[in-house]
């Protein structure tokens, strides 16, 4: 059973970064693309990036080009999500999930996703 456990949110002023991590085990995780999705309270999930299995492309939403970069480290098994500049609209719980084998790559699409941790909660005050 796949599982994968997001860490290193918390609370960050404007403007300051933080990195998240999310750790996986179970099934084989050099083989999958992974995706950063964020969900503030009231509203849908969002794509946040994603990046592919061999490193060579990776995907960001237009709101966070520039500031936040995807990288994994395969030999770890884990996927991070380095965050810069943060603003106070970034503030979410966010999550990380492993995109199915058969989708778009760089797909943004929740449903496409088939393995999500719990969360772990950004938030940035002004």
């Known amino acids: 059973q796949v599982q994968l456990v997001e860490s290193g949110g918390g609370l960050v002023q404007a403007g300051g970064s933080l990195r998240l991590s999310c750790a996986a085990s179970?099934?084989?995780?050099?083989?999958?693309?992974m995706g950063w999705f964020r969900q503030a309270p009231g509203k849908e999930r969002e794509f946040v990036a994603a990046?592919?299995?061999?490193?060579?492309?990776?995907y960001y939403a237009d709101s966070v080009k520039g500031r936040f970069t995807i990288s994994r480290d395969n030999a770890k098994n884990t996927v991070y999500l380095q965050m810069n500049n943060l603003k106070p609209e970034d503030t979410a719980v966010y999550y990380c999930?492993?995109?199915?084998?058969?989708?778009?790559?760089?797909?943004?699409?929740?449903?496409?996703?088939?393995?999500w941790g719990q969360g772990t909660q950004v938030t940035v005050s002004s």
């Open positions: 179970g099934g084989t995780f050099s083989s999958y693309p």
């Open positions: 990046i592919s299995w061999s490193l060579a492309r990776t």
């Open positions: 999930a492993r995109r199915v084998a058969s989708a778009t790559a760089g797909s943004m699409r929740p449903r496409d996703y088939d393995y």
